[in-house]
């Protein structure tokens, strides 16, 4: 399995819509796509007058990212509705081998 992350950075102020829009818009679009990811977790946290995101999606194989993603898979996908309520975000996404995991 791979794990795909990716982190971005909005205002306080543009936090809660930009949660919203990972949640509402975001999510149900990579659900419905045949060659999308196959999980999807948003991660938020204050970051002193910023609220940092961290997204990870969940491929079986690289061959799924490279689908998902194309060529250039290592560039981050941000659309312009997410640059509208960013501040900054990576514009590299990392990938990892996921060799462990625990679920209780």
């Not at 981050?76 to 309520?85: G, N």
Request: hydrophobic content about 45%; cysteine-free; aromatic content about 12%.
């Amino acid at each position: 399995m791979i794990a795909r992350i990716w982190q971005a950075w909005a205002e306080v102020s543009k936090a809660d819509r930009y949660e919203a829009f990972l949640r509402d818009t975001i999510i149900p679009a990579l659900k419905a796509m045949d060659n999308g990811p196959h999980d999807m977790q948003i991660n938020r946290r204050r970051d002193g007058d910023l609220v940092e995101f961290k997204t990870i999606m969940w491929f079986d194989d690289m061959a799924g990212v490279r689908a998902f993603a194309g060529d250039t898979f290592e560039t981050a996908i941000v659309a312009e509705e997410d640059r509208a309520l960013l501040i900054r975000f990576e514009q590299h996404v990392k990938h990892y081998e996921v060799v462990g995991s625990f679920a209780k």
